[in-house]
Every structure is written in C-alpha cells, then in structure tokens.
Nanobody
Framework: VQLVETGGGLVQSGGSLRLSCAAS????????IGWFRQAPGKDREGVSC????????YYEDSVKGRFTISSDGAKDTVYLQLNSLKPEDTAVYYC???????????????????WGQGTQVTVSS
C-alpha cells in the first residue's frame, strides 16, 4: 500500500487549496481513505473520510461546509477540497487507508493502518 499526498502550501485566510492522495498497491474501491491533520503540539485528528466503495463520508464538525472529500476511481485518487481556510486549519495533513467494505465505519486515527508522508498546509491571517 502506498499513499502520496500533494497539494499543500501557504495560503491566506479565506483562501482555498486542493489536496490529492494518490493510492497504489491495493483495490481502491475496497478501502476507506481518510484525511487527518496534526498541528504542532496537538494530537492527530480525523478531518474527513470516505468509503470509496459506497461513497459514504464523514466530516469533523469544524470543517463541515468548508471542506469536501471526493474520490476518482479512474485515477485511484482521493481529493480534499479546502475552502474558506482559517489559521486554525494550519497543520500537516496526512492521507490514510484501511480495508473497508460498505458504509464508512469511522474516521478515527486508530482505525487506519496505512499512512502517507503528509503535506503541510499553512494559513496566514
């Protein structure tokens, strides 16, 4: 299993970014893929997850209405569109995957065993 994140960067408050997670080494539509973030001095937290097979999703409360997760089966890639970014969204964003059939089982760090290397998102005020 390999996950490669791209798309991070520096953006002003209110701006947008799109993160990509390119997956390989497993059957894409039999997995759940999630985006997690870790800010300095804080625990890693689940931001948004998707069960690729049935499309069910989860969003952490603070990102609802601002972030959108989607998947592209033709490219084996999951995207996270980040809109209306705030300084508190600043963190390293990680993509993670776990075998999942059917409805999304959750978006907890402990439920995912395959991780990418992370991409930095910095939002300036």
């Amino acid at each position: 299993v390999q996950l490669v994140e791209t798309g991070g960067g520096l953006v002003q408050s209110g701006g947008s970014l799109r993160l990509s997670c390119a997956a390989s080494g497993f059957t894409f539509d039999r997995y759940a893929i999630g985006w997690f973030r870790q800010a300095p001095g804080k625990d890693r937290e689940g931001v948004s997850c998707i069960s690729v097979g049935d499309g069910s999703t989860y969003y952490e409360d603070s990102v609802k209405g601002r972030f959108t997760i989607s998947s592209d089966g033709a490219k084996d890639t999951v995207y996270l569109q980040l809109n209306s970014l705030k300084p508190e969204d600043t963190a390293v964003y990680y993509c993670a995957a776990e075998g999942q059939a059917g409805h999304l089982g959750g978006c907890s760090v402990n439920n995912y065993s395959h991780w990418g290397q992370g991409t930095q998102v910095t939002v300036s005020s």
